[in-house]
């Protein structure tokens, strides 16, 4: 039945339109090709009769070069130093890619060099990165494909006047600061030189950006070979998930379970829990990737949807997860379909640490499917020497209904190719789940509309009064900051 749903909605066909180019992100009538990203075969990939692969070779050589220059340290800062603290400044998938990949890699990573993320507009943030680092040996990277994003560019801005401060030239910029942006004028303008500008397309959505230009981070900390595998790792799972069957493809079957335990099940919330701390930032990088390209109510044909569609995505590593919400997953009222992630080699083989972790990877997937009959606790109390009476009382309480839903994902290794597709195929998952609910997963008109309240909202705040009418909560926290601000 759930492999004649994705027949249904012609899956084969519009994977087919997603390799070869087609628009299908309707709404923003663009492509939808990061699989052009990691395209490590020869095919060429067509949109308006151009190959872009062509440009994507180009960029990716650019971001070799230049990697190459500061992890060398030919690539010297203002003042002659080289550079030892790399700070990407963007937010979304211009921040919780690259960062989820350099922490998940951090094995990899370049000995001298450090990688640092700011990307809330909280003045703290910035702050204490800034606190964390010389200028004189810091290399900043911008990453905005308009070089307009608010948030992006008064943390740039920020920079921009720190570094002028200190070395009291403006052309100090061109040493220290780079951009991914297609905004040409606006990087000049900033004091970027634009040989330091690298480009991505608009048919890169934001949360599938960390394997274009927006990846320059990782490839400065982990370098270019092992960018390379990353991108190879996702190459791997977009080749099985365009060809091969549907009941022995992954993010098929990885889709069709979502789409089973949410529409037939009334699972609201999906859980990611990865038992590997360097995966810590993994949960948080699907959220966006997930809940921004199914958190959608209108289907395709522009009328609203009568079924739920995206889940509320959550999770944190483990075994932390099980001393704060497994309680829940175990006894509670919500059926919460998980996945479990480990590695059966460890980068960190101390003593006994990765048998114990892995361990409770194993027993707690079993736990959820199994539980704990009223025998089974009943006898275990009974050997604890309980008495009749204790053991009554406490049995409705220490009973476990299971038959709770996981998947287990065992990986030989946290490598970047391993990691690559592992992404790709979370990737995927998202694209035939949108398929079966009937919208578009790749576009994000929900993030609009507070935007441009926030920009009204300034103006009042700036000014110090009110200037635009507003409900009557809004009217009243806006006055009562104007009140006490002063």
Known sequence: MLLQAVTEVDLPGYIEKMFSGKRINFTENRPVLHVALRNRSERPIYVDGKDVMVDVKRVLEKM????????????????????????????????????????????YGHKELNVHFVSNVDGTDIAEVLKA?????????????????????????TVRKQLIDYFGDPKAIEKHVVAISTNEKAVKDFGISPENMFEFWDWVGGRYSLWSAIGLSIVLYIGMDQFEELLYGAYLVDEHFRNSPLEKNIPVIMGLLGFWYGNFFGAQTYGIFPYDQY????????????????????????????????????????????????????????????????????????????????????????????????????EEMQK??????????????????????????????????????????????????????????????????????????????????LLYEHDASTKGLIEFYLKHSK
């Not at 059926?335 to 409770?360: E, M, R, Y």
């Open 64 to 107: 070799k070069n230049f990697a190459e220059a500061v992890r060398s340290k030919r690539w010297k800062g203002y003042s002659g130093k080289p550079i030892k603290d790399i700070v990407n400044i963007g937010i979304g998938g211009s921040d919780l890619g690259p960062r989820m990949v350099t922490h998940a890699l951090k094995p």
């Open 279 to 378: 995966l810590e930032l993994f949960p948080v990088y699907l959220q966006q990737l997930d809940m921004e390209s199914n958190g959608k109510r209108i289907r395709r044909n522009g009328t609203v949807v009568t079924y739920p569609t995206g889940p509320i995505l959550w999770g944190n590593p483990c075994t932390n997860g099980q001393h704060s919400f497994f309680q829940l997953l175990h006894q509670g009222t919500h059926l919460i379909p998980s996945d479990f992630i480990a590695p059966i080699q460890t980068h960190n083989p101390i003593g006994n640490h990765h048998l114990i972790l892995l361990s409770n990877f194993f027993a707690q997937t079993e736990a959820l499917m199994k539980g704990k009959t009223e025998q089974e606790a009943k």
């Open 133 to 157: 680092i010389e200028l004189d040996s810091t290399l900043f990277i911008i990453s905005s494909k308009t070089f307009t994003t608010k948030e992006t560019l008064t943390n740039a801005h």
């Open 384 to 465: 604890a020497k309980l008495n009749p009476e204790a053991i009554e009382k406490l049995l409705p309480h220490r009973t476990f209904p299971g038959n709770r839903p996981s998947n287990s994902f065992l990986i030989q290794k946290i490598t970047p190719r391993t990691l690559g597709s592992l992404i790709a195929f979370y990737e995927h998952k998202v694209f035939v789940e949108g398929l079966l609910w009937d919208i578009n997963s790749f576009d994000q008109w929900g993030v609009e509309l507070g935007k441009q309240l926030a920009t009204r909202v300034e103006e009042e705040l700036t000014a110090g009064s």
